[in-house]
């Protein structure tokens, strides 16, 4: 057992909103002292690199309003209430970038965020695509944006996109694709 575990104290829920719930817990801490941790429940998502039938990827704009920027993304949804992450790969892929993928891949889990949420998303490789229909949600604005997937590493390296699920995913994305 690791000697950098902290022990839970108590714990309080200080907001509980549509998609996050926010905490405040008291911790010991390993040589003993009390401390405070606030973090963020997260229900987790999906991420989907979606290769198109010509070779592209699909990446999408949308404007993220906690930071007030347009930015340049993968596809990617939260889980839904009993959903699993392989399930939200499929609905949000379809909802946002109207098309289904008949070869999903899960390449790996990550934690984006882990000084204050307990956030998880899958990242999954969509190949053999069928264009449907996009169905986004009310509130959802994206602009779709297809990409050679060396244009969009490159994207990544002069800083055009800087979003971590999206960098993660396309150089998991390179690496499988281009080997």
Known sequence: MSDLIEKR?????????????VFK????LPNGH??????????????MIPVLPDG?????????????MTHIELPAGKLDPGESHLETAKRELEEEIGYKSNKLTELTEIHPCTGYSDEKMWIYLAEDLEKTQSNMDHDEFIELFPVS???????????????VKTIIGLLWGNRILSS
């Open 9 to 21: 104290q108590s714990s309080t829920k200080i907001y509980s909103g549509r998609l996050l719930h």
């Open 25 to 28: 817990d008291d911790v010991e």
């Open 34 to 47: 009390v401390t405070t941790r606030e973090y963020i429940k997260h229900p987790g998502a999906a991420v």
């Open 56 to 68: 592209d990827i699909m990446l999408i704009k949308q404007f993220r309003y906690p930071i007030g």
């Open 149 to 163: 997937l060396e244009k969009a590493i490159t994207m990544v390296w002069s800083g055009e996109i800087s979003d």
